[in-house]
């Protein structure tokens, strides 16, 4: 077998079209949609029109969950492409751009691990392009990453930030200066995206695979890591030391948001296995390969490659099950050192178990594009009525437009789907470009066909407009209650309405916005407090805003 090359079923082209596929449709084309990207357009809206770049805020108040590094690249793409898009589409473009320097960065990082991999023999070793093809494809192929690639979170930039690190961790043994400014960089870049805490378990398999790889206890690795510390420090140290000089309290507000506070919970068993349940559909199919890896590599454990990734997704691994940070996004930064130890052995997988996992995806994701397809159908013209009659009663008012520019590019995209199927050669590798494939399929039909509908549902617009609308002239401060702060930011972001909380509000406001749910009794404020509006968007039958007046005391 020797001078075989292993190669995945997709040539450069190919790829390069199918990660555009799977990345650009949904970035733009619709408003903020809440939580994580209406809470992150509307920081970054603020940074690009008030021109205070220190302080991250949301709607006039002091931001504390993230760092400010993601909002800066958004505020400077809303500030460069205004006047030829949305400002919300402009930042989700920022956000699009961090997660295809992840991709970059992974494939050189898988480039970089296997010219240092002493588990390949001359008879079995693919290519390095194929490796880095293999760690892409398996991190675009993970279920739970798909949507949240495509909101304006922060998480993108700190994915981008790990993915740089690790690719520093590749160069290690053989080029220690590059690895060194790009281990403090990326560590930096991801600090700066959100806090100290979500680099300390990269930190910590740095020095574990320093303690158990012998090839790291060498004059390079002390290169590349002493390097390291020093390109990271002034990233740790500058944005910190501005926001002291600034203001004390909301330097302590951002380190207890993403200090070592959070990590003051007890190990939970209940939250272990509520965080495992969840990764199992949010990281497949890239667990199961990465547990094939650590099988096949469980008396060879003196590989960078696979000591770093493990050490870094257990370490991560209890970070969540400690903060219990609520929500999916904490767990995104564990897919890196999955694909990363998956990528290693998609050649090796047997293959039945590859070819049941391919055509798994195939099936799967081609009955996913026919329901899209009959979905579509539906809305355009009322055929199959059932389904029709559903669509249009989970969106009340919705009326369709046909376009004829989606939906030729729909008919393009699975045609490829289609054409990936028949031709695709029955090797190994197939699975995750099945996989990754498939995702872009459901995820660009989505977008291109149904976009319309879901946006007539998921869009503050017409609910901040009417509550303008509806506002007295020369009305004052508004005073909210139980308004979310994804709320909070659209109000913001649509019609210029900053509400103040009451658990911050210094003043007396004579409007009070008030969040409810539909579906329980009106909570009026009070006899002094009269109702004069109240909306939500269509469709959306739990949640009701409120908005009253206090009516003059009488003399």
């Known amino acids: 077998m020797s001078g ?65 590094l993601f909002y800066w690249i958004a505020a400077v793409f809303a500030k460069l492409l205004g006047g030829l898009i949305a400002q919300h589409d402009a930042v989700r473009l920022a956000a699009g751009a961090c997660v295809a320097l992840t991709l970059a960065f992974l494939y050189l990082a898988g480039r970089a691990f296997h010219q240092q991999d002493p588990h390949d023999s001359d008879s079995h070793r693919d290519d390095g392009r194929s490796r880095g ?123 207890h948001k993403g200090g070592p506070a959070v990590l003051a919970h007890a190990p939970n068993l209940a939250a272990f296995g509520q965080e495992l349940a969840t990764l199992a559909w949010f990281a497949w199919p890239a667990w199961p390969i990465a547990l094939w890896a650590l099988w096949l590599y469980r008396r060879k454990p003196n590989s960078a490659g696979v000591v770093l990734p493990l050490v ?28 990363l130890l998956g990528a290693q052995v998609l050649r090796d997988l047997r293959r039945g178990a590859a070819n049941s996992l391919a055509w798994f995806g195939a099936m799967t994701f081609t009955l996913l594009g026919g329901i899209i397809w009959i979905g579509y159908v539906a809305i355009q013209t009322g055929y199959p009525p059932r389904v029709a009659a559903n669509a249009l009663r989970i969106e009340p008012g919705f009326v369709a437009h046909f376009a004829w520019l989606p939906f030729l590019a729909a008919v393009v995209i699975t045609l490829a789907w289609l054409a990936l199927i028949l031709r695709s050669k029955n090797a190994a590798q197939r699975c995750v470009t099945f996989w990754a494939a498939g995702l872009a399929l459901f995820w660009s039909l989505t977008m291109l066909l149904w976009l319309p509908w879901i946006e007539h549902g998921k869009s503050y617009r017409p609910v901040a407009l009417s509550l303008l609308a509806h506002l007295p002239r020369q009305h004052g401060c508004i005073g909210s209650r139980g308004l979310g702060e994804a709320q909070r930011a659209v109000l913001d ?63």
Request: aromatic letters at 8%; charged letters at 20%; hydrophobic letters at 50%.
């Open 4 to 68: 075989v090359r292993i190669t995945l079923p997709l040539a450069r082209i190919p790829l390069l079209i199918l990660v555009a596929i799977w990345l650009l449709p949904g970035l733009i084309g619709h408003d903020p949609w809440k939580n994580d990207d209406a809470i992150g357009i509307g920081v970054a809206h603020w940074f690009a029109s008030h021109g205070d770049w220190l302080l991250p805020r949301l709607a006039g108040e002091h931001y504390a969950d993230d760092a400010p």
């Open 493 to 555: 972001y649509h019609a210029d309405i900053v509400t103040e909380r009451n658990a911050t509000r210094r003043r007396d406001c004579a409007l009070l916005l008030v969040q409810d749910n539909a579906r329980e009794p009106e909570r009026n404020p009070g006899p002094a407090w009269k109702k004069i509006w109240e909306g939500n968007r269509a469709g959306d039958r739990t949640e009701k805003l409120r908005l009253y007046a206090k009516e003059p005391s009488k003399p």
């Open 133 to 255: 093809d293999g760690v892409m494809l398996l991190f675009m192929g993970c279920t739970g990453l798909l949507a949240h690639a495509h909101e304006a979170v922060s998480e993108t930039a700190l994915l981008a930030g790990l993915a740089g690190a690790y690719y520093g961790a590749g160069l290690v043994e053989k080029r220690p200066y590059v690895a060194a400014l790009a281990l403090g960089c990326g560590l930096g870049a991801a600090f700066l995206a959100s806090d100290i805490i979500n680099i300390l378990p990269f930190i910590i398999g740095l020095l574990t695979t320093t303690v158990l790889v012998r090839d790291w206890r060498s004059r390079n690795a002390a290169i590349a890591l002493g390097g390291a510390a020093l390109v990271l420090a002034p990233w740790l140290a500058i944005w910190p030391a501005l926001l002291y000089a600034r203001s004390p309290a909301m330097l302590a507000a951002w380190l």
């Open 312 to 339: 870094t997704l257990i370490a991560g691994m209890a970070l969540v099950v400690l903060a219990r940070t609520p929500g999916e996004l904490p767990l995104l930064p564990l897919l890196l050192p999955l694909a």
